[in-house]
């Protein structure tokens, strides 16, 4: 498989990933394997770059603990923390930046469904507000 040790993380998300490194995934993304360099514990993160400039990351964990040790150790001040659902069924969480976040907003997504429940969704846009990052990329993304 062209995406070797993370095409688990592929596989679990083809609508947001490319299918191989060469090929562009949403948004016309670029895409690449990336290193864990802030010690989460992943065992897996592709990273990602839209034209517009936002970068996203896929991150897989060895266990709901490991993810759950990462967010309480560095995103349990996020300014704030909200479920997320569709149409009323709970999908996970957001931890995400202040509204009136200009410089770097982000947000990070947990999901709910169990064959998800392992990773953790993180996106930010430089030099564009929180609503610019959710309405023109979060929302419509195909996760």
Known sequence: DPWGPVAFVVDDFPDLLPKTPSDTGYDTSTCSIASDTEDSKADGIVSCTDPDGVYFEVMHFPSAADKDAYLQRDWSTAPVQVAWNVDGVDKGKLYRSAD???????????FSADDRVQYLLYAHWQDHTLTDLMNNWWKPAPF
């Open 100 to 110: 009136d976040e200009a410089s770097l907003p982000y947000i990070i997504t947990t």
